[in-house]
């Protein structure tokens, strides 16, 4: 069966990683009471995986345009085809959505993003207390989306590799 290119394999991969620790990141952190040193930093950390999964995302998406995915196999359900194809759409918009929402939060709420503490990001927007409040549910709402789209990609990949046997996960594997 005909797998992705290395170049998409590291993308997928990489993000996933990103992904999922900015998650647990965004847990951990909003759980700690007050603000002490320990979440400040985390919550820098948060940011730069988010803007790396933002500046990935965008190298996947235009590796993705450039290089065409390999084929599903023959037997495949067309329903399963289009249910693959618009869960990849969802998944590549909230790669976009959940940073941007965030990046935009941090801004609204008066607090500049500075990548890996060396690049300060353009303020884009004011201070705006009316917005923060509401970019704070936009982006817990995107990210609840996210993870749960996430988990159904993930269950989906694992119904191919362990019910049906058809070779699909195996063309993301390393």
Do not use: C
């Amino acid at each position: 069966m005909p797998r992705y290119t290395r170049p998409a394999i590291l993308f997928h991969w990489l993000l996933a990683v990103l992904i999922i620790g900015a998650f647990t990141l965004g847990l951990v952190m909003t759980d700690i009471p007050g603000l002490t040193p320990t979440k400040l930093k985390y919550y820098s950390w948060h940011k730069w995986a988010g803007v790396s999964v933002l500046l990935l995302a965008t190298l996947r998406l235009l590796w993705r345009l450039a290089n065409q995915a390999p084929p599903y196999p023959p037997g495949m359900p067309q329903w399963e085809k289009s249910a693959a194809h618009h869960l990849h759409l969802l998944l590549y918009g909230l790669m976009f959505a959940v940073p941007l929402s965030g990046y935009f939060y941090t801004l609204a709420a008066g607090v500049p993003v500075v990548y890996f503490g060396l690049v300060k990001l353009p303020v884009l927007i004011a201070p705006n207390a009316e917005l923060k409040p509401i970019l704070k549910l936009v982006h817990f709402w995107l990210t609840m989306g996210l993870a749960g789209a996430v988990g159904l990609h993930i269950a989906a990949a694992l119904k191919h590799a362990v019910i049906d046997r058809d070779g699909v996960m195996q063309r993301m594997l390393p």
